[in-house]
C-alpha cells in the first residue's frame, strides 16, 4: 500500500481506503464490519470514511462499535464522517451548514463513534443559503476544539472551495484542505476539468467516492441485476436506470480483455485506473463482504501495469474526448 499527503497538508492517507456508505448497518452488522475493517487494515489501509447521514447514524454506531471490539493505537488509523443533510426532519437541521447543525453534528457523530475526535470533517455538500463565512468559522472551531483536525468538502463548486479557503485566508483560520467528489470510469468530468485549478493552485486534495460506480464497474450487472446486489437491495431503485444501461455495460465488457490480459478482475482494474490519476489522494472503496475487500486490496498491484498504451486503450473504450460530458 502507497500513502498519498492529502493535498499539500501534511497528513498521509492510504491510497485505497474504505467506506461505509450502504454497506453498514444495510448489509454488514457489526461483525462483518470488524471482519472487512480489519481485512483493508492489514492490507495497509489507514482511513476509514462515514457520514452521519448513512443508515440514519446506524453506519456511525457500526463503525464506533467495530472500533472498539478492533482495538487499533488511535495514531495508527484516520477516521472522517460528514454533515449536511442531518437527521432530523426540522427547520434548522435538513440539509444545512449553519453553525448550530454544524457543531451539533459533530457532537452526535463523536458520540456514535466513540471516539474524542475525527480526523476528517466534510461538508457532505454546499449550502446555498448559509454565507460560506459561518461555515467556515464553525469548521475552523471544531477544529480549535479538538473534535475534528482537518476539514473539507464534498462535491462543492470549484468556487465554492475557492471562496471557502480565501475567507480562512484573510481570517487565519483552518482551511479546507480536500475534497470529496465522484470519481470514476465513467464519471470523470467534473473531477478532471473544474477542480483541476484547485488542486494546482491551492494544492487541494481528494478522496474519491463510488470508484467502481456501485459496482457497475465490476461487471457484475453484464447479465441483469444479481440477487444479494446493492442493485436489489431494497430502496436503491434510483440505481437501476443506470446499473442495466446497455451503453455503459457494454463498456465495461470491452474491459474484460484488458482485465485478462494484466491476470486482474475487472474491478481492480477499474480502481487501479483511478490510481493513476495523481490528483487522487485517496480511492475510497466500498464493500459489502469480505471478499471483495481482499479482491479491491490488490489493484494497487495493478495500478504500475497501466501503461500510457493501456490507459489510451481504455479511452478509447470509454470515448472520452476533451470537454466532453460524462456518461
Ligand atoms: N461524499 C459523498 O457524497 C459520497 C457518496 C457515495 C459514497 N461515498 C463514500 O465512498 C465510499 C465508496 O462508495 P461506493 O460504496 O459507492 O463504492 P463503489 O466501489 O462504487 O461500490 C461499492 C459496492 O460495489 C460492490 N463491490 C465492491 N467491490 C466489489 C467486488 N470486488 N466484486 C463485486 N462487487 C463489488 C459492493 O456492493 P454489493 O456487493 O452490494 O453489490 C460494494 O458495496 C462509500 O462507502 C462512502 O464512504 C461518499
Known amino acids: 500500500m502507497e500513502y498519498r ?81 442531518g437527521l432530523h426532519e426540522n427547520v434548522n437541521e435538513r440539509n444545512t451548514l449553519n453553525r448550530k447543525r454544524l457543531i451539533e453534528g459533530i457532537n452526535g457523530s463523536l458520540q456514535r463513534l466513540q471516539l474524542e475526535y475525527v480526523d476528517l470533517l466534510y461538508c457532505h455538500r454546499p449550502d446555498k443559503t448559509t454565507p460560506i463565512e459561518e461555515t467556515v468559522w464553525a469548521m475552523h472551531n471544531i477544529i480549535e476544539w479538538g473534535k475534528a483536525f482537518y476539514w473539507g468538502t464534498s462535491e462543492w463548486s470549484a468556487a465554492e472551495i475557492v471562496a471557502a479557503i480565501e475567507i480562512a485566508e484573510r481570517h487565519h483560520l483552518h482551511k479546507p484542505i480536500v475534497e470529496q467528489p465522484v470519481y470514476n470510469l465513467l464519471s470523470r468530468h467534473r473531477f478532471s476539468s473544474e477542480y483541476e485549478r484547485v488542486y494546482k493552485d491551492y494544492g487541494y486534495g481528494t478522496t474519491i467516492w463510488s470508484p467502481l460506480a456501485s459496482g457497475l464497474l465490476t461487471g457484475k ?104 460530458d460524462d456518461d
Open 221 to 324: 450487472y453484464n447479465k441483469g441485476i444479481p440477487s444479494g446486489s446493492r442493485g436489489a437491495l431494497e430502496g436503491y431503485d434510483w440505481l437501476h436506470d443506470s446499473l442495466t444501461d446497455k451503453s455503459k455495460l457494454a463498456k465495461v465488457q470491452a474491459l474484460e480483455p484488458i482485465s485478462n490480459e494484466l491476470g486482474c478482475t475487472v474491478s481492480q482494474l477499474a480502481l487501479a485506473w483511478c490510481l493513476k490519476n495523481p490528483f487522487v489522494s485517496s480511492v475510497i472503496t466500498g464493500a459489502s463482504r469480505v471478499e471483495q475487500v481482499h479482491e479491491n486490496m490488490k489493484a494497487s498491484e495493478v495500478a504500475p501495469k497501466l501503461t500510457p498504451e493501456i490507459l489510451q486503450r481504455i479511452d478509447q473504450i470509454f470515448e472520452i474526448k476533451k470537454d466532453a
Open 5 to 85: 499527503h492529502l493535498g499539500k497538508s501534511g497528513i498521509q492517507v492510504s491510497e485505497l481506503s474504505f467506506g461505509s456508505w450502504v454497506t453498514f448497518h444495510n448489509q454488514a452488522d457489526v461483525n462483518a464490519a470488524v471482519e472487512m475493517m480489519a481485512a483493508a487494515y492489514d492490507a495497509g489501509v489507514n482511513f476509514f470514511d462515514n457520514a452521519e447521514v448513512y443508515a440514519g447514524g446506524k453506519s456511525e454506531e457500526v463503525m464506533g462499535t467495530a472500533l472498539k471490539q478492533l482495538n487499533w493505537r488511535r495514531g495508527s488509523y484516520l477516521v472522517s464522517t460528514k454533515i449536511y443533510w
